[in-house]
């Protein structure tokens, strides 16, 4: 943690203040944001620190439960026969039924270990009930992460899986912390800088976010939207949602998740769901796009086209296929488009088709675009596209009340998901927006119920955006889950927010300095893009 940030802070309060108790209910009154956060348990120490980083930009650190005594590491067994990945944040398969749990802790204790069934309950929010997710299997109480270590090698050497965990990442609410949190505040009455999305370079590779903040001068910056971590899943760095940059659409939604939609002059943002239509259109005829500047035949979060598989609706950290796509392609891309069998039209600045290239793939001429066909979408990019002849690539974004999204060149748009807070109300919407996977308790185990790392952004009734980051996964900082996500948001003063990309990709800049911990064991992890905080402009 970086102390040189705090030491030149104003304190705001550094007093012991009365904790509140999770709030149950979406019909309290929306609470101010000086109140205390809801999180664990009644009467725990709170401090606030603030200090002004340029005109209209504050930051303040919240430090919750600070002198909490450790609780207990143990050791969680995975159960045989759940999916992997190789996503780092992706949780393991820690839940199943109460007979697999069973049979596999009665196998754990005829090995000698001291082996127990755990039920799992978790709240309900908008639009998924609760109640008991599953059975979790674990084994011993351990005062220190080594002795829960030096446990689990030994399940190892006998033939089980799993890893060692503190338990204050459960999400008891009667934990007494600590929790470690950083806001930033965007007044717009008073922002004489910029807001803005950065993906970097080119929309296929990751950078760091403090990268991103340096390359631009930024005063401050946060990480931003989910993207494209593993080859298989596309091109690593890829937003995995909509991504609207300098105005320009250069990632498709998934349809209906949420998106946080910023201006550079920091007002007017808010969180909308999104939808879009593509086409390309020759010069007789059209053809329905599936995809922007993304590999075909890979849809990562899902929420595609009909004909997409296993489902047209969104799936969080799945990867959905096609085998038959269109898909457009910007200068923003990369040096070169994806390879592969199929068509490509390439087009130069003015969208005139300078060639038909088959396999696909390859560079593009200085701010040319192009178009791919795969499977049965090749005839149709083929009687579409003729060498010398305009072949124009038309976008359209929509809210979710139906009304056409027209960017301006001010305008940033990020991908996120849940929903936290609606109208000042708590809305979290992990059904809508895929996290609850069919067959799959572990996934809203982990993703949802657990605490993680998180960064969370929306608007304040004030008109004012906030960027907020919890740490997570230490014993010095436990992390939320998503519902205490929505709590925290809504207790800042949050009339609506949306959860952005969270785990390792969770980083602050301020100064150019990571201020906050990223929990990756090899430190800050590169992303696919950050919003940034520009400094006065003039």
């Known amino acids: 943690m970086n102390s040189k940030v705090l030491g030149a802070c104003t304190v705001l309060a550094l007093l012991a203040v009365v904790g509140a108790s999770p709030a149950p209910a979406s019909s309290e009154p929306r609470p101010g944001p000086t109140r205390a956060l809801p999180l664990g348990a009644v009467g725990l120490t ?7 980083l340029q005109p209209g930009v504050t930051l303040t650190r919240i430090v919750r439960g600070a002198d909490a005594q450790a609780l207990a590491w143990t050791v969680e ?30 196998d754990v204790q005829g090995d000698g270990f001291d082996a127990r069934v755990e039920e799992v309950t978790t709240p309900a929010v908008a639009d998924y009930a609760g109640g008991t997710l599953g059975w979790r299997v674990r084994v011993g109480q351990f005062d220190s ?20 965990v503190y338990t204050g990442w459960d999400g008891n609410p009667a934990d007494r912390g600590p929790w470690r949190i950083d806001v930033l505040t965007i007044d717009p009455d008073q922002f004489r800088g910029g807001l803005k999305a950065s993906y970097g370079p080119d929309l296929e590779n990751r950078e760091k976010t403090s990268e991103l903040s340096d390359a631009a001068g930024a005063t401050a910056a946060v990480n931003a939207g989910f993207f494209v971590l593993d080859p298989r899943a596309g091109a690593p ?13 250069l990632s498709e939604p998934v349809n ?49 086209t009909a004909d997409d598989t296993p ?39 003015r969208g005139r088709v300078l060639e038909l290239r088959s396999p696909r793939g390859g560079p593009l001429p200085a701010d040319g675009s192009s178009v791919q066909a795969t499977g049965t979408r090749v005839a149709e990019l083929a009687d579409l596209a003729q060498v010398g002849r305009p072949l124009h690539v038309e976008r359209t974004l929509r809210d979710d ?102 785990g390792g990709s969770t980083t602050m800049v301020v100064d150019g300095e990571v201020i906050n911990d990223p929990s990756d064991a090899a430190g800050e992890r590169p992303v696919g893009d950050a919003l940034l905080i520009l400094p006065d402009r003039g």
């Open 46 to 52: 709170e401090t606030r620190s603030t200090r002004t």
């Open 77 to 106: 067994v995975a159960i045989p026969g759940g999916a992997t990945s190789p996503d780092p944040d992706a949780p393991p398969t820690a839940l199943k039924d109460r007979a697999s749990a069973d049979e596999l802790t009665a």
């Open 145 to 164: 992460q080594s002795a829960a270590t030096a446990e689990l090698t030994r399940l190892r050497g006998a033939g089980y899986t799993g890893s060692a």
């Open 237 to 249: 760095g890829d937003p995995a949602g909509v991504g609207v940059y300098d105005g320009r659409l």
């Open 256 to 304: 209906g998740r949420p998106g946080l939609v910023m201006h550079d002059s920091g007002r007017h943002s808010r969180v909308a769901r999104l939808t879009w239509k593509g086409r390309v259109v020759g010069r007789d005829a059209s053809q329905p796009l599936d995809g922007i500047d993304r590999v075909p035949g890979l849809i990562r979060n899902c929420g595609g």
């Open 311 to 349: 489902t047209s609706l969104p799936l969080h950290d799945v990867t959905c296929t096609d085998r038959d796509e269109l898909i457009a392609f910007t200068p923003e891309y990369g040096k070169q488009t994806p390879r592969g069998d199929g068509l490509e039209a390439v087009l130069d600045t």
């Open 401 to 502: 009340s139906g009304r056409k999204v027209s960017p301006s060149r001010a305008t940033s748009i990020l991908n996120g998901g849940p929903e936290l807070v609606r109208d000042g109300r708590l809305h979290v919407t992990p059904a809508t927006d895929g996290m609850v996977q069919p067959g799959n308790a572990s996934f809203y185990y982990g993703w949802v119920h657990k605490r993680n790392p998180r960064t969370l952004a929306g608007v304040d009734a004030a008109g004012r955006t906030v960027l907020v980051t919890a740490d997570g996964r230490s014993t010095d900082a436990l992390g939320l889950s998503i519902p205490e996500s929505a709590a925290v948001a809504r207790a800042l003063g949050l009339r609506d927010a949306v959860n952005l990309d969270g």
